[in-house]
């Protein structure tokens, strides 16, 4: 396992993973955003037959179009990842991941494929209504397909409705619902989602705010303002409150994340909430003594309060979960790490005996390893793990993350509350910062939502599925060299990709609405 | 039961191999965007008649990778960690067709306009050769191994495994599957052909449309026939059921067909269904219809061909490195419990395809002309 190239083998794939998920999550959140955006605008239009609604629709619509093909692009090879350089989670877990990754297929893709070619080209051809229903489905069919790969991503955070089969080698579904509706996928589901209407109200503003600041088509560029703003404000409370949500359940379902999140390293029943911090580089391993921080400003409390939702609460830090000891809330004490590695050996042992019992049948001995197995199996995956230290995740990457995060989330709210209030009491045309302001808020959307899913996806390592499997074991045996190279060829087809995408869009926001 | 529902979804996951080969019109179009397209508004309609459906092949393609993931997701982790090259390759040119559409008229576009026909032409040409290749190695297998236990051994877990350090490339090499790509892309050429004729009103396109299906038509049918025949020859690999065992065994496909005899009809019928497109195109100049048989075969013909790859106790992808690791629908299946929800979800699909029908048919009710192009509505 530990090997050299094994090492870059589980590095390049993650890399590839990784490049892939981001491109992707640059061009998602705008269809989100702007799906709703543009069917909210139709629905105007719809409604007053005001030709300028239809202008501006078609508008956002046509950058909606280009934006759109790259999404497409970067999710299919996301999808064919999981097989290609995780060949062995496909196998382990794919009884249960498989099912939301075709269900988006079957449910939300084609609903998305078929009404977005009658959005484009069916204005002239087909009636009114029929046309803004098909907006309204388009928008719907993303929305979708965005509800199942995050409830195949919220399963991999927190496992549950699954029993795991020796016989199969695999774990296998045993509860539907329980996968499809976790708290956890339905937290990231509106959070993601949200953040997206957040970065198309972010995109819809900051472009209108150029179209004021260059003097050109006000009256259009004031009204987008105004249902991208009450969106934007709209969503961006929603997702801090679904954000909340999700620090719930990362605080109950992966405490290691959530104390990577605060560099907390030793827990206590009145954690605070590190509002400003600066860690210490010097720090290297978690029980190395070095003070983690070289400043830190802290709400009291808060922590706690966030995480059980009570005062005082204990919350545990990095040295607690990996010395463990503490009380756990049904009483029980909480293991250690080398124990968790322990009982996890045992399961896979207990796994391999009951392979070698079952291709002798002694039914006996099956038995028994089954009883060892079940009894240890919440820890299958700590077995593959060599020392404990590999449990921590990357600390201060997270803490940077989720602090860039939140803040920004914080700032769009005071943002979109701004803009409305003088959008409604003052002449938003001759305000030039507020423009200013609204440009320069664009790629601070982007940035929330890809520091998220830094937080999210780095936060949880060394897992690929909390628990049970490790990336290093989820991985598909190649050789690097091969994923290093289609990891370049993707960096520079994305790359390539994206320049094209953001010169066309400019250009065609130059072009302006039709006159 | 769970039989049964091993079944059913190597039906539906056949099914919709058949509807993408089909749907690789828009593929087999692009790849005659410059023998066929010769000024720039015909080149221009013909990017737009495929342009309006490419999103559906997409999907498709996407649905059969996700339908196959949850039903056999041993062929999911096998084939795609194993034939690395061959899948990245196929995701590639996809990849490049997606944008194209989309930029290849905008101002700004960084490659411009050629670059990204280019993109559809490649895509056009690889991408059915290379999913035909993929799909041929359903029939001539492959060289990997398969062996759950290893999720035990610490040292190295790894299930399943390629044997050769090619990952995929090396299924370029067999003629057999380089027969099966061919055909399948020149029958893409064929519906593409076919589908201009019936979305595009332009005489002189129609004229060298009908003109191209002439050779394009008949190297199909003579790569088919070859791919057929050497199909009948062919060893498979077959489960003995009571030893769980899998043995080769000579004609295995021919036996498939002559025990399984409604299969033989289908894709008989979808073959002759093939042919009466082709031949009432050619014969009759005013006739616009032949994408509508020609479609239903292509559907009948493909669903039949991967049928006969499971079904009957046939080892669905053959392991050349060690028969008894070859993927059968029992041991590369989901659980009984997936299998079932998954049935559940199916049932939408008659569904999903009354509304895409229709969806169509709004758009498609006029055909596009040049008149479409020069107005200022959206196109590409």
């Known amino acids: 396992m530990n090997t050299l190239t094994d090492i870059s083998l589980i590095d390049w794939s993650r890399a590839q993973f990784a490049l892939t998920a981001i491109y992707h999550w640059i061009f998602v959140p705008l269809t989100l955003g702007l799906a709703l955006i543009i069917a909210l605008m139709e629905t105007i239009y719809y409604r007053t037959g005001r030709e300028e609604w239809k202008k501006t629709t078609r508008f956002w619509m046509k950058l909606f179009g280009i934006n759109f093909a790259i999404g497409v692009a970067t999710g299919l090879i996301l999808e064919f990842e999981f097989g290609t350089n995780w060949s062995n989670y496909s196998w382990f877990v794919g009884d249960i991941f498989g099912a939301p990754l075709a269900i988006e297929g079957i449910v939300a893709f084609f609903m998305e494929s078929t009404f977005i070619a009658v959005m484009f080209f069916g204005w002239e051809k087909v009636s009114k ?51 499809a509706t976790s708290p956890m996928a339905v937290n990231k589901f509106f959070h993601s989602v949200m953040s997206g209407w957040v970065l198309g109200a972010l995109f819809v503003t900051g472009v209108s705010c150029w179209f004021l600041w260059r003097r050109q088509d006000k009256a259009f560029a004031l009204s987008s303002i105004r249902v991208a703003g009450w969106t934007g404000l709209v969503a961006s409370v929603l997702v801090a409150w679904t954000g909340d949500g999700s620090g719930y359940q990362v605080a109950q379902k992966q405490p290691m994340k959530l104390a990577a999140m605060e560099a907390l390293y030793d827990g206590t029943d009145q954690a605070g909430l590190v509002a400003f911090g600066i860690l210490n580089p010097k720090k290297k391993q978690a029980d190395d003594g070095v003070n983690p921080f070289l400043f830190r400003m802290e709400i009291p409390d808060m922590l706690s309060l966030l995480a059980e939702r009570r005062i005082p609460a204990f919350v545990p830090g990095i040295n607690d979960l990996l010395q463990g000891g503490y009380a756990l809330k049904d009483g029980t004490r909480a293991l250690s790490a080398e124990e968790k590695i322990e009982r996890g050996r045992k399961a896979i042992a207990a796994f391999a005996d009951y392979r070698k019992a079952s291709t002798e049948r002694n039914e006996a001995d099956m038995k028994n390893a089954r009883k060892v197995l079940q009894e240890n199996m919440p820890y299958f995956g700590y077995g593959y793990i060599k020392n404990a230290e590999e449990l921590v995740p990357n600390v201060p990457l997270t803490f940077y993350m989720f602090r860039v995060m939140v803040m920004l989330g914080g700032y769009f709210i005071l943002f979109f509350s701004t803009l409305l209030f003088l959008s409604h009491k003052r002449d ?88 | 039961m769970y039989t049964c529902l091993q079944q059913y979804w190597w039906f539906i996951i056949s099914l919709l191999g058949g509807i993408l080969v089909f749907l690789l019109f828009v593929q087999g179009g692009n790849s005659l965007l410059f023998c066929i397209g010769k000024t720039e508004t015909e080149r221009r309609m013909m990017v737009n008649s495929t342009g309006r459906k490419w999103e559906f092949t997409f999907t498709t393609l996407v649905t059969f990778g996700g339908a196959f993931f949850a039903s056999f997701p041993l062929f999911y982790s096998t084939s795609f960690g194993g034939a690395y090259w061959l899948w990245m390759l196929i995701l590639l040119t996809f990849v490049l067709q997606a944008v194209s559409y989309e930029f290849q008229s905008r101002a700004g576009n960084l490659l411009g306009r050629t670059a990204y026909r280019g993109f559809l032409v490649l895509n056009g040409v690889a991408g059915p050769i290379l999913l035909g290749v993929a799909v041929a190695m359903f029939f001539t297998g492959a060289e990997f191994r398969v062996d759950k236990a290893n999720m035990a051994d ?82 498979g690999y077959a489960i003995v059921p009571s030893a769980g065992t899998i043995l080769q065994q000579p004609y295995k496909y021919a036996t498939n067909l002559q025990e399984m005899p409604w299969i033989a009809a289908l894709i008989l019928t979808g073959a002759l269904a093939i042919l009466t497109g082709i031949l009432r195109t050619l014969l009759r100049p005013s006739y616009e219809h032949g994408i509508w048989w020609t479609g239903t075969g292509t559907v009948t013909a493909v669903t039949g061909l991967l049928l006969v790859a499971g079904y009957n106790n046939t080892a669905y992808y053959p392991s050349v490195y060690d028969c008894q690791n070859s993927l059968t629908l029992a041991n590369s299946c989901s659980s009984l419990f997936t299998l079932r929800v998954m049935t559940y979800v199916s049932l939408l699909i008659p569904f999903v395809l009354a509304y895409i029908a229709y969806a169509w048919h709004s758009i498609d009710r006029k055909k596009i002309n040049d008149e479409e192009m020069k107005e200022g509505g959206e196109h590409y």
Not at chain 1, 155 to 161: F, K, L, R
């Open chain 1, 428 to 515: 938003l045309t001759r305000m030039r910062w507020i423009q200013m302001v609204a440009m320069l808020s664009v790629p601070l959307g982007y940035l929330a939502g890809q520091a998220g899913w830094v937080v999210a996806e780095c936060g949880r390592q060394p897992w690929s599925i909390q628990d049970m499997l490790p990336t290093g074991v989820a991985v598909s045996r190649l050789d690097a060299g091969s994923v290093q190279t289609t990891f370049f060829i993707f960096l520079l087809l994305f790359s390539v990709m994206l320049t094209a995408e953001v010169r066309i869009m400019l250009k065609a926001i130059k072009e302006g609405p039709e006159k």
């Open chain 1, 129 to 179: 209504r029929f046309h803004l229903a098909s907006t309204w489905l388009t928008g719907i069919g993303a929305t979708l397909s965005a509800w199942w790969i995050l409830v195949a991503n919220a399963w991999m955070q927190n496992p549950v409705g699954m029993v795991f089969n020796p016989d199969t080698a695999r774990n296998e579904m045993a509860d539907f619902l329980a996968v």
């Open chain 2, 154 to 235: 610490m040292s190295m877990p790894v299930i399943s495994q390629w044997t050769n350090g090619w990952h995929g490339l090396e299924a370029l090499a067999v003629w057999k599957n380089v027969l099966l790509g061919l055909a399948v892309f020149f029958l893409a050429r064929v519906n593409g052909a076919l589908y201009f004729i019936n979305n595009i009103d332009n005489t002189a396109l129609a004229v060298r449309c009908r003109r191209a299906l002439w050779a394009n038509a008949a190297i199909f049918l003579l790569l088919f026939a070859g791919w057929m025949i050497a199909l009948l020859l062919s060893d």
